[in-house]
């Protein structure tokens, strides 16, 4: 049976807890929301229809360095907002610089 992945995400709901409570044993403050969002991204194509199993997949495939990878990126932006709104836009570079790198890998 195939559905689109976030229709198994309901189905999937033990992989993302097991996912969850392994990277809070890192010491990551993640939620289940946080580990569904990054298997997502994981997927080739998120709208396609997958197995049961390639949604589990996804999820045990998340890595403590992707959440990491996230939250610099989500923290960077933050950073380029505020300095667009009250500085001179000197980080802007350097965003753009960690954006492109990160597209490459």
Known sequence: MYQSLNQWKSHVSPAIT????????????????DVWALAVKKAAAPSAEVAIHEAVR???AVKPHDYMNSETKAALKASVQMERSHGDGGI???????MTHSTEN
């Open 18 to 33: 097991s996912k969850q409570d392994e990277l809070k044993q890192y010491g990551y403050q993640v939620s289940r929301d």
């Open 92 to 98: 802007e570079s350097l965003f753009q610089e960690v």
């Open 58 to 60: 996804l999820v045990m």
